[in-house]
């Protein structure tokens, strides 16, 4: 009854010209800070907003939104730090498979929370960086019916410097794995 249910709210047997789907989705992330060797990485969770609009069968365009803890340890300090952003940006999807999505976008992150083992340290870092996301994305179907469910695996790469003051770590860009499992329905 469950999967019933889900595939008649979905509303979508295949990817068609036209189509626009909202999609929201939540994880988890395993991010760090390149340009450092004093850094490691750590644990992080990412949630998200989505709208795809389908330009063909296999091409789609859209506007995610996501609030990501990202950041790194730091060993010689032998701290966490703790780096919330809101993030948004343009993605485009192709379907190599019905099933199956290549994507990559970009994304201006605006930081929202620096945080070094609970002490508050937003001043150190800058409001802004910019980044690279890319990835697959699967959405499993039973026979030709489309299920909703989207499992999202992206690498973010960034492109801009997030830090402020310190000159060793001045070339510090933010970098993260993230997996994520959500849902998206046609509108």
């Known amino acids: 009854m469950v999967l019933v249910a889900m ?8 990817q068609t010209a036209g ?5 929201f989705r939540g994880g988890g992330n395993l991010s760090t800070l390149t340009g450092s060797d004093d850094t490691k990485l750590k644990v992080g969770w990412t949630l998200g907003l989505g709208l795809d609009y389908s330009l063909t069968d296999q091409i789609a365009i859209g506007l995610d939104v996501s609030h990501d803890n ?22 485009a999807k192709y379907y190599v498979m019905p099933w199956l999505a290549l994507q990559c976008g970009t994304e201006v992150g605006f930081l929202s929370k620096a945080k070094l083992d609970g002490e508050k340290c937003k001043d150190d870092y800058k409001n802004v960086e910019v980044s690279l996301p890319v990835g697959l994305s699967f959405e499993p179907r039973l026979g030709n019916s489309f299920l909703g469910l989207v499992i999202d695996l992206r690498y973010r790469f960034g492109l801009s410097t997030v830090n402020n003051n310190d000159v060793q770590l001045d070339n510090m860009k933010n970098s ?4 994520t499992i959500g849902y998206k329905l046609g509108l």
């Open 7 to 14: 595939m008649t709210m979905a509303n979508l047997n295949a």
């Open 19 to 23: 189509d626009m789907v909202f999609r």
């Open 70 to 91: 990202i950041g790194a340890k730091i060993k010689s300090l032998d701290k966490t730090l703790n780096l919330e952003y809101v993030s948004v940006g343009p993605m």
């Open 176 to 179: 993260a794995l993230i997996l």
